[in-house]
């Protein structure tokens, strides 16, 4: 290949393939740089799907508009309700103090 006066390719080899599940995990040994090698991998389909379940890269994830992960600090108390009634006469006023809390 006569590569040996080269600046940066000065020696044949140097590529490192693999072949990796749809779960980041190696299916293939490791092969030497300096080794021509075919490699051949069995991928289980379902995992691909598992996978791109699992890990939302491109949907609401990676999306600031749609998902924002916040802490309310604001105290909670626990409720026991006993009609409709009470349930909308208690969220109306849960709403005003609300927004009473937030103006400065």
Not at 9 to 15: A, L
Not at 29 to 39: F, I
Request: hydrophobic fraction near 35%; include cysteine.
């Amino acid at each position: 290949m006569n590569t040996a006066g080269g600046a940066l390719f000065n020696t044949p080899g140097g590529g490192h393939s693999a072949v990796f599940g749809p779960d980041g995990r190696r299916l293939t040994k490791e092969v030497d740089s300096q080794t021509e090698q075919m490699l051949y991998a069995d991928l289980d389909m379902d995992l691909i799907l598992a996978a791109r379940c699992f890990i939302d890269a491109c949907g609401h994830y990676s999306r600031p508009d749609l998902l924002w992960l916040g802490v309310d600090d604001r105290e909670k108390r626990h409720r026991v309700r006993d009609s409709m009634e009470e349930n909308e006469k208690e969220s109306k006023t849960d709403l005003v103090e609300a927004e009473k809390a937030r103006k400065p």
